[in-house]
């Protein structure tokens, strides 16, 4: 007879990477503690448990507006004529903040509501949220990370959420078969089904990008894993999905990084897809987007209006230059929607801007280099819109298309974006310039009836002062999130 097998005999290269796990956690454990910083397993579950203790919920209005961030969800209330905002997080190239605020914004009162409830999630970015009617309204919220002040550490969600928006209190909704834990997911309501598809996870020394789709039932409370047919979007993180209608879905775009070999490869992805019932099954297929597909790009803000049978999209960054050692990232302040029944892009013109396009094709002696004026004051188009003066040399023509562009928002990505009742809203975001990014908290609203001009709710205060270093070889060390401290084009989230 032969000797019998140690089931629990681990192998050498078991035995490694657990020691090569040791080592990290220890090394890790000796940074924390030079940087004063907790292990962050214990904070988030810290702060669970303190939220856990409130017995009641509390209102208050808030004085000013909301801070600055980006990375939150903004959902249009179900019922009341009020907009949702709730985490994201704020970096100032220095420090990182992630919030678990839960803020109502009531348009008609232009006032914002700062509720804590009993039991609220712990602070989150990158997460998504979906608002339903049902049981008087509740608010579903899954995944996202949190980020550690220092950007040291990184923790990604796997947890689901709901606030009942009558009763006021959150509930940590314990399902098994979920999707696994990340960030950069979108999740939409088709029926009484929340869909998750994609999204990423990096805790600092590995990633990986997902092509998953997961459907959460409402009425059992169950996750179910979906299987479907056809060429579908690979794995992806910060793409955009829309629903279109109750049974079908539209994937656009999204950011993922390959690894082949020793090197690294980002794309940012252009298809565009539907996701329908075909047969008795679900069923990937392709869709053209018509002539006005827009370029490729990261960070875009989309939002869905259920009635118009329409999505809007805003902003994001593209890649315009690439070297062996150099990547420059151009981010656009353009509005597009998305026809989701035809499956094609439309540019979006606003009143206001043709005629801006009239004046402009006037000649004018004010400036005998018109495009040597443009680039300037394209330049200088975020320094006007935050509240500083332009520089004398740019004359009368320069001036008044300063002007012109004054009330719409300044080119950004990762912004928060939603229609509530044919207004779109658009809040916050990351600009971008001069390698610093800076986090706004301006808000903007334009009636999608009209289409005459943006309407200026917050405006944007001068930005502050950049604390991280200017330089890119610095950051090397930095964050492995994806979120805001990678390239500029990573979008992941």
Known sequence: ???????????????????????????????????????????????????????????????????????????????????????????????????????????????????????????????????????????????????????????????????SLAEKKWEKVVAPNGPSARSGHRMVLLGRKLIVFGGYCDDGRDYKYFD?????????????????SGRGPCARSACIMLPAGNDSLIVYGGFSRVREGRTERTHTHTELFRLGVKGGGLSWRTLTGGPSSPPARAGQAAAYA????????????????????????????????????????????????????????QPSVADEKPEESVTVVTDEVFTMKLGGAAPPSQGVQSSSVVTSRAARPSPRMSTMMAVQRSTLYLYGGVLEKDEKQFYLSDMYSLDLHKLSEWRTIIEQPPLPDWLGSDSEDDDDSGSGSGSESDDSNSGDD
């Not at 998953?212 to 479907?228: E, G, Q, V």
């Not at 809007?312 to 960054?317: C, D, E, I």
Request: a neutral charge; hydrophobic letters at 35%; one cysteine or more.
């Open 1 to 163: 007879m032969g000797k019998k097998k140690n089931k629990n005999k681990v192998s050498g290269a078991v035995k490694t990477a657990a020691k090569t796990e040791k080592k990290l956690a220890n090394k890790l454990k000796k940074e924390l503690a030079n940087l004063g910083e907790e292990d962050i397993a214990k904070v988030i579950a810290e702060i669970e448990r303190e939220e856990a203790k409130r017995s009641a919920a509390t209102e208050k209005n808030l004085p000013g507006v909301p801070s600055p961030r980006a990375y939150a969800s903004l959902t249009p209330h179900p019922i009341n004529n009020e907009l949702i905002m709730f985490g994201g997080e704020y970096h100032n190239g220095q420090t990182t903040v992630v919030y678990n605020e839960l803020l109502f914004y009531n348009p008609e009162k232009n006032v914002w509501r700062l509720v804590k409830a009993p039991g609220a999630p712990p602070p989150r970015s990158a997460h998504q949220a979906v608002a339903t009617p049902a049981n008087k309204g509740e608010l579903w919220v899954f995944g996202g990370e949190f980020t550690s002040p220092t950007e040291t550490q990184f923790h990604h969600y796997k947890d689901l959420w709901c606030f």
């Open 212 to 228: 998953d789709l997961h459907a959460f039932c409402l009425d059992t409370r169950t996750w179910s894993k979906l299987a479907t």
């Open 306 to 361: 259920a009635h118009m049978g329409r999505g809007y999209v805003f902003g994001g960054v593209s890649d315009v230059e690439e070297t062996e050692e150099d990547i420059r990232g151009e981010i656009s302040d353009e509005l597009l929607m998305l026809d989701l029944e035809a499956g094609k892009w439309h540019s979006v013109t606003l009143k206001s801007e043709q005629t801006a396009q009239t004046a402009s094709t």
